[in-house]
């Protein structure tokens, strides 16, 4: 088959490996129709995820047609069209019983923290990942969710991870009704946060980035206000002057590890890998809400040393929230919203490219070049 194959920081290449098969008797085969990169799948690319081994394929959203299962598997057929949750979980153990299916206990031995996540690197559990033709899929009793016959694929896909992972930022914020909700990042996942925010009862959503392509697209998606922290000199005054002197209800952290901003944060967490990450948007976020507010994070850091502001969170009495989504407990509510047409997630897709072309498509998505948002990766064979 046809895979994205990772040799090295920067380097990936559309190459040929063995077809997956039936390992175990839960597995399934799944031929792959869409799938994504995610801004996640960047902290891989850039290098810096732990025990990222060459060979490995990456992407964690994808959507596909089962071709063969293994003889423990009830619940699904041959020719099911399936969304596979990011989440590789067992359904069984203490953390998936309590809808924790990020945390699985059972699907990852380096499982101090995260369950198994497809195509991110061994520290996740060495699972490869759905940037291919064909992708194994553990545990196919539990995680893969039939596809409803009426919904768009490019729908289905943003239902793997983006979609739920936003809805997640929101619920997480644990906003009330009238609420001020400031999200930083206006990438994907800060994009549907900021929609969903809505859902919950927010009053106001202000969305933060620097990129004028990104704030305009989520201004009209999400029917928001918008800051380029670029003509900002400090984010928490100007966020208390836009909100009486007081500061957000709520501020969501939808950027992670790799935040401009800061450039000692950069410097230290990205370039000099002296922290997990830059922790740019945490920062803000924790200065800029208000006494008693609530922080919701869902950026990917990695899991190791990181320099916040403890100090400020607790003084000021703040409720710190953070999780990996537990996609398949969000998945009927948020096929519910699609059907009655309250979020369209495909509209985020900016760019549907071949996989044949993926190391042009990392390229373009890294760099945000060409106003891209979201990049879906056709395999050949198969029609957009």
């Known amino acids: 088959m046809l895979a994205m194959n990772f040799r090295g920081p920067y380097r990936v290449r559309a190459a040929h490996k063995p077809d997956p098969c039936i390992e175990h008797p839960d597995d399934a085969v799944v031929r792959v129709l869409r799938s994504c990169i995610c801004g996640s799948d960047l902290h891989l690319y850039h290098g810096l995820v732990p ?43 203490f953390f998936c019983r309590r809808e924790l299916f990020g945390n ?41 969710t039939l596809i409803p016959p009426q919904m768009d694929l490019d729908d289905a896909v943003l239902l793997t991870d983006a979609l739920p992972t936003g809805y997640q930022a929101a619920e997480m914020g644990d906003i009330s009704e009238g609420d001020t909700v400031v999200v930083f990042g206006a990438g994907p996942i800060g994009i549907f946060a900021a929609k969903c925010a809505w859902l919950f009862g927010a009053g106001r959503v202000i969305v933060v980035d620097h990129i004028e392509e990104r704030l305009e697209f989520v201004h009209r998606y999400a029917q ?36 401009s901003g800061s450039f000692l944060q950069r410097l230290t967490g990205v370039k000099m890998k002296l922290q997990a990450g830059a922790a740019t948007a945490l920062h803000w976020a924790i200065n800029s809400v208000r006494k008693g507010g609530n922080i919701s994070i869902v950026g990917v850091y990695g899991p190791t040393f990181n320099a916040v502001p403890i100090g400020n969170a ?71």
């Open 51 to 93: 025990d990222t081994r060459i060979g490995t394929t990456f992407g964690h959203e994808f959507v596909g047609e089962v071709v063969d299962i293994g003889p423990g598997v009830r619940r699904l057929k041959k020719g099911d069209r399936v969304l596979v949750p990011f989440n590789i979980f067992c359904g069984s153990c």
């Open 104 to 144: 699985c206990h059972d699907t990852n031995p380096e499982a101090t923290a995260v369950g198994g996540i497809y195509g991110y690197s061994h520290t996740a559990g060495g699972y490869d990942g759905g940037q291919a033709q064909l992708v194994r899929v553990p545990r196919a009793d539990v995680g893969p």
């Open 224 to 259: 928001c206000e918008v800051l380029n922290f670029r003509g900002v000199h400090d984010m928490a005054i100007t966020i208390k002057r836009m909100t009486d002197g007081l500061g957000a209800d709520v501020c969501i952290d939808a950027v992670g590890c790799e935040a």
């Open 314 to 384: 607790v003084n000021k009495g703040l409720t710190l929230r953070m999780n990996q989504a537990s996609v398949k407990r969000h998945l009927p509510r948020l096929i519910e919203h699609i059907e009655a047409g309250h979020i369209e997630p495909r509209r985020i897709i900016t760019h549907r490219i071949p996989l044949e072309e993926v190391a042009d498509a990392y390229h373009l998505f890294s760099n945000k070049l060409d106003g891209c948002i979201k990049t879906v990766l056709i395999p050949p064979g198969v029609s957009v």
